[in-house]
T-cell receptor
Framework: GAGVSQSPRYKVAKRGQDVALRCDPISGHVSLFWYQQALGQGPEFLTYFQNEAQLDKSGLPSDRFFAERPEGSVSTLKIQRTQQEDSAVYLC???????????????FGDGTRLSIL | SQQGEEDPQALSIQEGENATMNCSYKTSINNLQWYRQNSGRGLVHLILIRSNEREKHSGRLRVTLDTSKKSSSLLITASRAADTASYFCATPRGETSGSRLTFGEGTQLTVNP
């Protein structure tokens, strides 16, 4: 597709349920990032993939958060046993950035707005 | 903690006026990026300025970078109602972490028709 696609756009879950958020990056983009954005705040980094390799997961807030990108394209962010503090917008971004190609912008999807009741 | 900090937090102007937003950061960078976010949407990349550049233009946008002061400014000239959005500066952290971006809290710009 022309841009980064995320689904679902909105997700409401009860506390304790598991959720899965999907990201389709721009075709050919090597790098994929997940960010969490609280209301009125800037996005905060969660995790980063280069192709299928998860090279940085230092931003994941707890072991309830898990991300994968098994074939180096589509990525899924999974949150287990959701808590109210997980309510936020989850943004996915992709980029051509790699070691030999620097100074590349990130292209963002419209995000998934997650509400935990 | 946030790498970038924007000011003002909120800015309200009339259509046709210029809008200036400022950003400060803490560590050394190889580039600084500005993004726009419309309500309920994702971020849209506006402009990237490299650390060896002092000023860059793109249409009605002008970005400056002062690495000695660790600050940047974004100027939008002849603003339009459609420019109403949140604006964020972002700095990449480094190559080993894939240039993950660190964002400030943003400036909410309102352009009144």
């Amino acid at each position: 597709g022309a841009g980064v696609s995320q689904s679902p756009r909105y997700k409401v879950a009860k506390r304790g349920q598991d959720v899965a958020l999907r990201c389709d990056p721009i075709s050919g983009h090597v790098s994929l990032f997940w960010y969490q954005q609280a209301l009125g705040q800037g996005p905060e980094f969660l995790t980063y993939f280069q192709n299928e390799a998860q090279l940085d997961k230092s931003g994941l807030p707890s072991d309830r958060f898990f991300a994968e990108r098994p074939e180096g394209s589509v990525s899924t962010l999974k949150i287990q046993r959701t808590q109210q503090e997980d309510s936020a917008v989850y943004l996915c971004a992709s980029s051509l950035l790699r070691r030999t190609v620097r100074n590349q912008p990130q292209h963002f999807g419209d995000g998934t707005r997650l509400s935990i009741l | 903690s946030q790498q970038g900090e924007e000011d003002p937090q909120a800015l309200s102007i009339q259509e046709g006026e210029n809008a200036t937003m400022n950003c400060s950061y803490k560590t050394s960078i190889n580039n600084l990026q500005w993004y726009r976010q419309n309500s309920g949407r994702g971020l849209v990349h506006l402009i990237l300025i490299r650390s060896n550049e002092r000023e860059k233009h793109s249409g009605r946008l002008r970005v400056t970078l002062d690495t000695s002061k660790k600050s940047s400014s974004l100027l939008i000239t002849a603003s339009r109602a459609a420019d109403t959005a949140s604006y964020f500066c972002a700095t990449p952290r480094g190559e080993t972490s894939g240039s993950r971006l660190t964002f400030g809290e943003g400036t909410q710009l309102t352009v009144n028709p």
